[in-house]
Structure formats: C-alpha cells, structure tokens
C-alpha cells in the first residue's frame, strides 16, 4: 500500500479499500482483518462529517496527511477506525465499518467473546475496533511506515462484487451513496436508516 492512492477523496478511495488488510500489533498478539465493507466522509461540503464546522482537536487527524488512523468514540462506548486519505490541510477519510479476520482469531475472538461467531467478529465499526485491538492510542498512527497498526494490499477484488449505497445510522446526509461493501459477504454489517435521518441533497 502506498500514499498515492489513499491521496484523492474519499469516495474514490473507500471502494478501493475493500480487501486490504489492517494489522494490529499489541502486546497480546497480532491480529489481521480484511476490510468488506467501507464508508466515506469529507470535510465542509458533508454535513455527516466530523469536520464539517471545521478542524478542532478531535477531528485535526482528519485533515491529513493521507495515511493515517483517525480514531474516535462513538456515542461514549465504541471506538471507531477512520483511514485518512486526499490532500493534506482538506478533511477526508474512510470509515471502517466490517471486515473479515484472517489473522489472529483466537485473540479477536477474546476480545469480543467465545461465543461470538466468526463472521460478526468484525462486523460493524465498533466491533472492528475491538476485535483488532485498536484504542484511542492508536489515533494518528502512520499506516504506511508504522509498526503498531499497518495497512496492506490484500486480494484484488473484482468490480463486480462492489455494492454502493446510503451511509448506516446517520442522521444527515445519509442518503448519500457513500457505502461501499462486498456483496454477498457474510461479515458486512446490516443496514440501518436512523429514526432522526431526514431526506438530503448531496453526492
């Protein structure tokens, strides 16, 4: 993997993501998940974005470089893994939703519970995270060059297989067609329409 093709917008970048491979390397072991299914935000012009009122604090990873973890938490329980991508200085970044573990089981299944079948192991942003052991330490990690937490090509996915559609759980914007996931894969996370989401223009 390398920076050129996580440096254009979100969009572009999101479709492109599925099949890579994020590794997490903490001190229980190595855990290896490949990305089904993907969400892309912007900055000013995405009203379901972070950085939609602009940069503060919590979102400055965001706004570049391309290649790192932006990793924030959500609704005060679960953290979710955010890849950056376009040009630095403009918000962009690719939300990841699901995935599918290929390394590591064992210690992801730990962490979310023995019982928890594989294919749910990944599902979802929040049991990304978990599963692969990522925390609010990991925010600004270097993908590329770093060594905790590192972003791989995986296989190549055919086109044919990449299905779009609205954004899950938003409430602004989410009928834009900013999801991109494996059709037909058994660890991409069910859709779901907020009860606060009211029809938008956009993208």
Known sequence: ?????????????????LGSVLTCKTLEGTVSIAITETEAYSG??????????????????????AG????????GLHWCANIVTG???????VLIRAGRVIEGEDLARKRRGE????????????????????????????????TSVVLSGGESVPAALIQVGPRVGVSKAH????????????TVSAYRLSPRAKPSAGA
């Open 87 to 93: 040009t630095d200085g403009i918000a962009s970044a």
């Open 68 to 75: 790192h973890l932006y990793v924030y938490r959500s609704h």
């Open 44 to 65: 000013a012009a995405d009203p379901a974005s972070h950085a939609y009122r602009g940069q503060t604090a919590r979102n400055a990873v965001m706004f570049g470089p």
């Open 115 to 146: 019982k928890v079948e594989s294919s749910r192991l990944a599902r979802g942003p929040g049991n990304f995270c978990q599963a692969l052991g990522i925390t609010a330490e990991h925010n600004g990690a270097d993908l590329l060059t770093g």
């Open 175 to 186: 009928d834009w067609q900013h999801r991109f996931y494996l059709a037909g894969d058994p």
């Open 1 to 17: 993997m390398n920076v050129d093709l996580l440096a254009h917008p979100a969009e572009e970048v999101a479709p492109q993501l």
